[in-house]
């Protein structure tokens, strides 16, 4: 692979799944049940200096990755209940570049990782409460289309995994782990 797709893409780029098993689906829960705890202990160690380094050259900082992943899950959090409340809801994209210019994508991280700790609380939560039924819902988004909530389980599973690998190889390339 490319030097600058892995910089990109440490993981690959996501392939959406479009009739995933129930293991499988469980093992996307368990993966963003554990993202709080391991992006915080990847982090954690990180001075403020290093959480200003772009994670590849054009990228986003570590901060703003930190800031990213909070602001992403809570918008999937939100269109799982719309997608289990009403039918087939069309939902809101938002810009998230802009969202990670805006000032607080620069502040301190540690209420990012509160966040996201009690956010992914709920969200996994919900997500093991979910019948096979339910997992079939959809919603619309304005951009790609129709989504199972079954197949967005496994794009927010590889979402987090994607953005900690950024974070994990930039501290492997820089040599401060």
Do not use: C
């Not at 209940?81 to 809101?92: S, V």
């Amino acid at each position: 692979m490319h030097q600058a797709t892995n910089l990109q893409y440490p993981i690959g780029k996501h392939e959406i799944a479009e009739s995933p098993a129930r293991e499988r689906i469980a093992a996307w829960i368990d993966d963003i049940a554990a993202l709080p705890a391991d992006l915080r202990r990847t982090v954690s160690p990180l001075t403020d200096s290093q959480l200003d380094t772009p994670y590849r050259p054009g990228g986003w900082t570590v901060r703003q990755v930190v800031h990213h992943l909070p602001d992403s899950h809570m918008n999937s959090l939100v269109r799982f209940k719309w997608a289990l409340t009403e039918d087939r809801p069309l939902i809101k994209a938002y810009d998230e570049k802009g969202w990670a210019e805006l000032p607080d994508a620069r502040g301190p991280i540690g209420q990012s990782l509160d966040f996201l700790d009690a956010l992914h609380g709920r969200w996994v939560a919900l997500l093991r409460s979910l019948s096979w039924e339910q997992l079939q819902r959809e919603f619309v988004h304005p951009e790609s289309g129709a989504a199972t909530l079954a197949a967005t389980v496994g794009s927010y599973a590889w979402h987090g995994r994607h953005h900690l690998a950024h974070i994990e190889r930039l501290i492997e390339r820089e040599g401060w782990g």
